[in-house]
């Protein structure tokens, strides 16, 4: 089936040591995200990514960098985790931007802990 | 700046009664509103959508109202199944933002 996977589920690590995230999807979608959400909270969308162009949102810090080497993969950088950055890592594709391609489909999430 | 919010954080309703799910946003120009459901420890999944030229869309079991003057828009889940517990958010369509999302409210089924 196809889907958007999100490697590994589960992860820690220490407190300034970087960490990334992965995300692949079989979609073939243009348009990939990346959310923090922490607990009991909405997800924030940290920045997303229309086929190469790179688009970061204003209150993103600069801690957080993110890759996209071809169409099906998407990684998320966090430099120095800081224990404010505990939290489920969300990527998530869309067919396209606009209103008629929205629809975003989300995978199940990397819980970060950070010791 | 504009936000989508939701009424209420919290919500119990009894197996087989009807749940409404609550959600204000205040962003005038958004034309398109997705609901979806977040199941504890997984990403959110999509339940239903509507865009602004209808006031009403029907699913299964559940239905989305779009009142657009007062800004609002509600989810209603026909008989509540102990399977509909999770969170769920709204989310608008922002100009060229990617899916803002609101607060979430957290449904309990008490069977």
């Known amino acids: 089936d196809a889907m958007v996977i999100q490697n590994p589920r589960y992860q820690v690590t220490q407190f300034g040591k970087p960490v990334t995230l992965s995300c692949s999807q079989t979609?073939?979608?243009?348009?990939m995200y990346w959310y923090q959400q922490k607990s009991s909270q909405a997800p924030k969308l940290l920045f997303h990514?229309?086929?190469?162009?790179?688009?970061n949102e204003a209150d993103t810090p600069d801690n957080f960098q993110s890759r996209r080497p071809n169409t099906s993969f998407c990684f998320l950088d966090i430099r120095s985790p800081g224990l404010g950055d505990a939290a489920m890592y969300l990527c998530?594709?869309?067919?396209?931007?606009?209103?008629?391609?929205?629809?975003?489909?989300f995978g199940p999430g990397t819980r970060l802990t950070v010791l | 700046g504009e936000s989508v919010g939701l009424h209420l954080p919290t919500l119990s309703v009894q197996e087989g009664d009807n749940s409404i799910i609550n959600c204000a946003y205040s962003?005038?120009?958004?034309?398109?509103f997705i609901w979806y459901k977040q199941e504890s420890g997984k990403g959110p999944q999509f339940i239903i959508d509507?865009?602004?030229?209808?006031d009403k869309r029907q699913g299964q079991r559940v239905t989305v109202l779009l009142n657009k003057t007062v800004k609002h828009l509600s989810l209603q889940i026909a008989a509540t199944q102990p399977g509909d517990s999770a969170v769920y958010f709204c989310?608008?369509?922002?100009?060229?933002?990617?899916?803002?999302f609101g607060k979430g409210t957290r449904l309990s089924v008490i069977a």
């Open positions: 998530a594709t869309s067919r396209d931007l606009g209103e008629d391609y929205n629809e975003q489909f």
């Open positions: 979609l073939n979608h243009n348009v």
């Open positions: 990514y229309y086929d190469k162009d790179f688009n």
């Open positions: 962003n005038s120009a958004s034309d398109y």
């Open positions: 509507i865009r602004s030229n209808m």
């Open positions: 989310a608008e369509w922002e100009g060229n933002t990617p899916l803002v």
